[in-house]
């Protein structure tokens, strides 16, 4: 365990290394270079009687320890650095600045001589290194400001961008959902079985059945591929599941359809009123015996597309809803948020009321 917990953070650290590309060395090398440069000609600024050869050695000087402490800065910094989500703290900040402090002194003390001074070797080091390094570090947090000013917003872009993916992705599975709940087997089921008994007896109406069936799987699988579409798309698709329906229950199911012109214009979510109609039929009109009646209204009112679908079956709500019904609420919230409602009661010996109210957009 304790092998594993070593080597995850040198994992880590090597990955983070990878980052670093041969461009991104050589700006560093680059930078620390011009920051000798101008370390030295400003020494000249103030002693211009120093040799040439002295302003060369002076900037030799500068280059290596600028060179040493930039590269030390960074790699202390890929070894301690936050995740993308974020900020860096001041007590970082004070570790990194720490740390790399340390690291470089340690690392002088190997490469370079010191011996310029009547202090011990140790003290002229740390006292030159820290120096050069609290001279530099308000470019140090001027970076790291910078970083946490532009990262942080581009992080949170990101991840709104994922959210919004993510919403995408559950809207999606949600249209699967009821597409699978629109073309479930107990529908199938009944229109074959349907249509096996009736090729013997009744070949013309068999023929039927089949028409109506393909009319309806061509007209209903590809408005998936659309957000939104006209109520009167949807209607069409409503009229041949109701044809299927009426060939399979006979003169036991009738139904009216009283959509308005205007209303007939507004969108629709795909399938969300077929949803209400196939409830009708499978709660309502399969349980009961003797002739049950469908009825859908659609109208405008109150800057709303208000629809209604009714079945003279009156029986009691289960206690959980099915899936289509389910997946349509969830539908509703996902593209109108609270601006959508779904309702659906039941009036004793009457019949049972499902109401779809959208705003009009789409």
Not at 173 to 186: I, N, Y
Not at 313 to 319: C, I, K, N, R, V
Not at 342 to 347: A, D, G
Request: charged share 15%; glycine share 4%.
């Amino acid at each position: 365990m304790k092998t594993i917990a070593i080597q995850q953070p040198i994992k880590q650290l090597r990955q983070r290394l990878r980052l670093l590309g041969p461009t991104d060395m050589l700006v560093i090398a680059l930078l620390s270079t011009s920051c000798a440069v101008l370390s030295a000609l400003h020494q000249q600024v103030y002693q211009p009687t120093i040799s040439l050869s002295y302003l060369l050695a002076s900037f030799t000087e500068y280059a290596k320890v600028f060179n040493l402490i930039g590269f030390c800065l960074v790699f202390i910094y890929l070894l301690l650095m936050p995740a993308p989500s974020q900020s860096v703290s001041f007590c970082r900040m004070a570790a990194i600045g720490t740390l790399t402090f340390f690291l470089s002194w340690v690392l002088s003390m190997l490469l370079f001589p010191w011996d310029k001074t009547l202090l011990p070797p140790l003290w002229e080091a740390a006292t030159y290194l820290l120096r050069i390094l609290l001279s530099s570090v308000w470019v140090i947090f001027v970076l790291l400001y910078l970083k946490n000013r532009f990262t942080q917003p581009q992080f949170q872009q990101l991840q709104q961008q994922i959210h919004e993916t993510a919403q995408q992705r559950d809207q999606a599975e949600m249209e699967l959902h009821l597409l699978q709940a629109q073309l479930e087997p107990h529908f199938f089921f009944n229109t074959l079985a349907n249509m096996h008994n009736l090729i013997d007896l009744d070949p013309e109406k068999a023929k039927l059945l089949l028409e109506e069936l393909t009319s309806y799987l061509r007209a209903s699988i590809p408005q998936f591929r659309q957000p939104f579409i006209p109520l009167a798309e949807e209607v069409n698709i409503i009229e041949r599941y109701l044809a299927i329906q009426q060939i399979r229950f006979g003169n036991r199911l009738e139904y009216q359809l009283d959509i308005s012109p205007d209303a007939a214009k507004a969108m629709v979510l795909p399938m969300s009123v077929l949803t209400l109609v196939e409830n009708a039929i499978k709660h309502g009109i399969e349980k009961v015996t003797g002739t049950g009646k469908i009825q859908m209204s659609a109208r405008i009112a109150q800057q709303q597309l208000q629809i209604e679908v009714s079945d003279s079956a009156a029986q009691p709500l289960q206690s959980q809803q099915g899936t289509g019904l389910n997946n349509l609420q969830a539908r509703l919230l996902a593209a109108y948020g609270q601006a959508g409602h779904f309702s659906i009661r039941v009036q004793p010996g009457q019949c049972t009321i499902a109401q779809l109210g959208v705003p009009l957009h789409g």
